[in-house]
């Protein structure tokens, strides 16, 4: 993912609402959100990296939630291992996010630069990891208190002019639904929107202007570098009876599959959904 907004506990009728973009290479293989099994028999629901083999943002029908961000530098460090293995972790095992962390602060200079937000219904527990934070490249983690938080390529909250509009997008719309199809409408229009900030907003990475401008979108779509947003997603988990970590959670997840080589920007866009609920 590379622009995320969500809500934690912001709403007893929507206790998590997750809207995200991934941006990747339009090269690179991908298997659309389904279910699928580690190696180990653990299932997952998620889209899949078929290259590396990890996720993006995924969920266990246990109820562990994770996705993830890249951290955007200039001239990053050489980083053996693919980022998206650390959603796959998560998913995989049943330890809580300090004994997580623990166990990664020991080889996490093996990834590159990343934003991993860990969850779990059952406990109802999320926290913020990353090796770039304003601690510098040692690893970073923050429990999170109800609220509505964003993500792109920078720490946690970071206002980047993309980020913020989706965040407002998703505060005006947990204040303003009725029902769940109001709520999503205006996510997926923000997550579609191919606005480019004013110059004088760009944040500078490092990266040449053209590619902070290209960036700069809600929706990216940078043909010159056949790079832009590959698929959206939206996940709401609704809370049946009693909300909390021991009521009734229905999670209903869509994901947008956009082909950048329509002739019309987003004919033909692939929807796949998963619903899963727990006590």
């Given at each position: 993912?590379?622009?995320?907004?969500?809500?934690?506990?912001?709403s007893t009728r929507w206790p998590l609402?997750?809207?995200?973009?991934?941006?990747?290479?339009?090269?690179?293989?991908?298997?659309?959100?389904?279910?699928?099994?580690?190696?180990?028999?653990?299932?997952?629901?998620?889209?899949?990296?078929?290259?590396?083999?990890?996720?993006?943002?995924?969920?266990?029908?246990?109820?562990?939630?994770?996705?993830?961000?890249?951290?955007?530098?200039?001239?990053?460090?050489?980083?053996?291992?693919?980022?998206?293995?650390?959603v796959t972790r998560w998913l995989a095992?049943?330890?809580?996010?300090?004994?997580?962390?623990?166990?990664?602060?020991?080889?996490?200079?093996?990834?590159?630069?990343?934003?991993?937000?860990?969850?779990?219904?059952?406990?109802?527990?999320?926290?913020?990891?990353?090796?770039?934070?304003?601690?510098?490249?040692?690893?970073?983690?923050?429990?999170?208190?109800?609220?509505?938080?964003?993500?792109?390529?920078?720490?946690?909250?970071?206002?980047?002019?993309?980020?913020?509009?989706?965040?407002?997008?998703?505060?005006?719309?947990?204040q303003a639904a009725s029902d769940p199809?109001?709520?999503?409408?205006?996510?997926?229009?923000?997550?579609?929107?191919?606005?480019?900030?004013?110059?004088?907003?760009?944040?500078?990475?490092?990266?040449?202007?053209?590619?902070?401008?290209?960036?700069?979108?809600?929706?990216?779509?940078?043909?010159?570098?056949?790079?832009?947003?590959?698929?959206?997603?939206?996940?709401?988990?609704?809370?049946?009876?009693?909300?909390?970590?021991?009521?009734?959670?229905?999670?209903?997840?869509?994901?947008?599959?956009?082909?950048?080589?329509?002739?019309?920007?987003?004919?033909?866009?692939?929807?796949?959904?998963?619903?899963?609920?727990?006590?």
């Amino acid at each position: 993912m590379c622009l995320i907004a969500f809500a934690i506990g912001a709403s007893t009728r929507w206790p998590l609402v997750v809207a995200a973009n991934r941006d990747e290479f339009l090269s690179r293989p991908t298997q659309p959100l389904g279910r699928w099994q580690t190696d180990a028999g653990q299932d997952i629901i998620s889209g899949r990296d078929l290259r590396a083999g990890g996720t993006w943002m995924g969920l266990t029908p246990g109820g562990r939630v994770a996705f993830l961000t890249n951290v955007r530098e200039a001239n990053p460090p050489a980083a053996p291992r693919s980022r998206g293995e650390l959603v796959t972790r998560w998913l995989a095992q049943s330890g809580d996010a300090a004994a997580f962390a623990t166990a990664l602060a020991q080889g996490g200079a093996v990834y590159g630069g990343f934003n991993l937000v860990l969850g779990d219904f059952q406990s109802n527990a999320w926290t913020w990891l990353s090796n770039r934070s304003a601690t510098g490249s040692a690893l970073h983690m923050q429990a999170l208190a109800p609220g509505v938080y964003g993500l792109s390529n920078a720490a946690l909250n970071t206002p980047w002019p993309k980020t913020t509009a989706l965040q407002n997008a998703l505060r005006a719309s947990l204040q303003a639904a009725s029902d769940p199809e109001a709520l999503q409408a205006p996510l997926w229009a923000a997550l579609g929107s191919r606005e480019r900030a004013p110059r004088e907003h760009l944040p500078a990475t490092g990266v040449p202007l053209a590619f902070e401008d290209a960036l700069s979108s809600a929706f990216v779509d940078f043909p010159e570098h056949a790079y832009g947003t590959r698929s959206s997603t939206v996940l709401l988990a609704s809370a049946q009876g009693r909300s909390g970590a021991a009521g009734h959670w229905e999670v209903q997840l869509e994901e947008r599959t956009h082909p950048h080589e329509a002739p019309v920007a987003g004919a033909d866009v692939q929807r796949s959904h998963a619903v899963l609920s727990w006590q």
